[in-house]
């Protein structure tokens, strides 16, 4: 069993910048996709940013282009999502995932779940 814990969400303006950290449980995790994505209120989970096992590899929604990086640490087992030029549509729990395949954008990809870390940017 994989548990994720997510931290790093907050309060910020639009235009502003926060980095959220996801840390697993084990080191096997190493050689997991992982992948980050959102949840607002009365919308479904969508997909944001996914990375592969080696950070070598990396897949964003449209919506975050230019603007997210994941990146990944495999010596500390942990997962980041810099996000910058945050817009007030950004706002969402942010969640992130482990999977063992590609880099999908789907929810079915992935097995493990964190409890999610709520952003909101203010206009």
């Known amino acids: 069993q994989v548990q994720l814990v997510e931290s790093g969400g907050g309060l910020v303006q639009a235009g502003g910048s926060l980095r959220l950290s996801c840390a697993a449980s084990r080191r096997t995790v190493s050689s997991y996709t992982m992948a980050w994505f959102r949840q607002a209120p009365g919308k479904e989970r969508e997909f944001v940013a996914a990375?592969?096992?080696?950070?070598?590899?990396?897949n964003y929604a449209d919506s975050v282009k230019g603007r997210f990086t994941a990146s990944r640490d495999n010596a500390e087992n942990t997962v980041y999502l810099q996000m910058n030029g945050l817009k007030p549509e950004d706002t969402a729990v942010y969640y992130c995932?482990?999977?063992?395949?590609?880099?999908?954008?789907?929810?079915?990809?992935?097995?493990?779940w964190g409890q999610g870390t709520q952003v909101t940017v203010s206009s």
């Open positions: 990375i592969n096992w080696s950070g070598g590899s990396t």
């Open positions: 995932a482990a999977g063992q395949l590609g880099i999908r954008p789907t929810t079915s990809n992935y097995n493990y």
